[in-house]
């Protein structure tokens, strides 16, 4: 399966899911669907299903976990674009929600499907007889990556330095605190990803044997698509990337581009891509990788030059 294939099954597993869950017809479902279906790139699924499927692991178990990590993926996006954060008119090609319904119903939109998503998670895995004790360990994992010590904690020291006056700091420092920034605020929930396609093999020991490596890749991963997306804010256009382009630099956030320049920040991400590669091979040839080598492909060719 590639990732086209993989996309299509998702999307289709994800219209027939949120039908079933967000069923009443009312304006909170109607705003929370208005972004949990719109037109991402489902990178985080994907790599759920990537891995899964290169290690030869439940595709069912691994479909649960991608839409488990899209609700949280879609809250956190719902929640960055509001005035008090971000402050952001377009999301993934259209408005943001907060632009369509309003602040207050997007951030129940948000708070929605970040409660909703560990319960969604019960209850299918549930469904599969997975066993309860890799329900906890999955959503453990999901609590830390998404929450007080991973991504949530990562979105407030972003907005923190942002304040800041960077030239008190020298360039290791700066550095240092970007790459922690983006390790909570974007790698946490892509290793994750990573880790639930992983979990989805039945053989505990096989697992114990992977799992550090995984969450490395999946660290890296979301380095990689940091860097991408901050090289994308200068280089890039509204419909390329359904946001906003250039709101970082007029912000004066810290960025790769801002710490390294357009040039330094290109070579930097060829260079993680040099070592995912290596890391994925690294792995073994358990099964198919297509899915995984795709995605990283689909990053490099954003890359100018």
């Known amino acids: 399966m590639n990732t086209q294939s993989a996309r299509g099954q998702f999307e289709a597993y994800l219209l027939v899911k949120a039908e079933l869950y967000f069923k009443e017809k009312n304006a909170l479902n109607e705003a929370i669907l208005y972004s949990l279906l719109g ?3 489902r990178v985080r699924p994907l790599l759920a299903m990537g891995f899964s499927q290169g290690f030869q692991g439940n595709l069912d178990i691994a479909q649960v976990c991608a839409m488990t990590i899209e609700m ?3 809250y956190s996006l719902i929640h960055d674009d509001l005035p008090a954060m971000d402050n952001d008119d377009f999301r993934r090609g259209q408005a943001t929600n907060h632009k369509v319904y309003g602040e207050a119903l997007a951030i129940l939109a948000g ?7 560990p319960e969604f998670l019960l209850k299918e895995l549930n469904s599969l007889n997975f066993a309860p004790e890799k329900t ?3 959503l453990n994992e999901l609590f830390m990556a998404s929450g007080h010590n ?15 006056d960077h030239s008190v700091f020298d360039q290791q420092h700066l550095q240092l605190t970007l790459e922690n920034i983006h390790k909570l605020k974007t790698g946490s929930i892509i290793s ?3 880790l639930a396609g992983l979990l989805s093999h039945p053989d505990e ?6 799992r550090q490596g995984v969450i490395n890749i999946g660290n890296k991963i979301g380095l990689l698509f940091q860097m991408v997306d901050d090289i994308l804010d200068v280089t890039a256009e509204l ?11 007029k912000a004066g956030k810290l960025t790769y581009t801002h710490l390294f320049g357009l040039e330094g920040s290109v070579s930097r991400a060829k260079e993680i891509i040099k070592t995912l590669r290596v890391d994925i091979k690294n792995l073994g040839h358990h099964g198919n990788w297509q899915i995984v080598d795709e995605i990283i492909s689909l990053l490099e060719g954003q890359l100018p030059g």
């Open 136 to 138: 906890l360990h999955l």
């Open 239 to 249: 419909k390329e990337i359904g946001k906003t382009p250039g709101k970082d630099l």
């Open 205 to 210: 020991n096989f697992i114990k044997t992977h």
């Open 150 to 164: 991973g991504m949530v904690k990562g979105q407030a020291q972003d907005m923190k330095f942002e304040s800041e």
């Open 39 to 41: 037109q991402g790139k």
């Open 111 to 117: 708070d929605s499907l970040l409660t909703f998503a």
């Open 72 to 74: 949280i993926h879609t």
């Open 192 to 194: 994750w990803s990573c």
